[in-house]
């Protein structure tokens, strides 16, 4: 759990603010009247105890909550909001962030 950079090799620099924040939550399966059926992180869907379609921002519906801890991530820099929507499950740690660095893998060139 933590923070990591997009570029491994800036984990070695120590000035380089990381750009990924990585954590683990329970997974809710939860329904919204609108969208349907979605997935998310514990912390993000059910802030609050007021859970909400990351989607559309209305109320949805709690159907099951994970009993294990799966990995998500966002792209955050310590001290402020995150810059993107929250991603996962995934099944470790290494995986999010391997899809974290993955999604920024592009040459824009
Ligand atoms: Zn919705």
Redesign the pocket.
């Known amino acids: 759990m933590g923070w990591h950079h997009l570029n491994p090799e800036d984990e070695y620099r120590e000035r380089a603010m990381p750009e990924i924040e990585v954590w683990a939550d329970l997974t809710i399966t939860a329904s ?1 009247r ?2 349907g059926l979605f997935q998310g992180a514990e912390g993000v869907v059910n802030a609050d105890d007021d859970p909400r ?1 990351p ?2 921002g ?1 109320k949805a519906k709690i159907k099951e909550i994970s009993c294990d801890y799966q990995w998500y991530y966002w792209y955050c820099v310590p001290g402020c909001l995150p810059s993107s929507e929250c991603f996962g499950p995934y099944q470790s740690e290494q995986a999010a962030i391997d899809a974290a660095r993955g999604f920024n893998d592009i040459d824009y060139e």
Request: hydrophobic share 0%; charged share 45%.
């Open positions: 919204c609108k969208c379609c989607d559309c209305k």
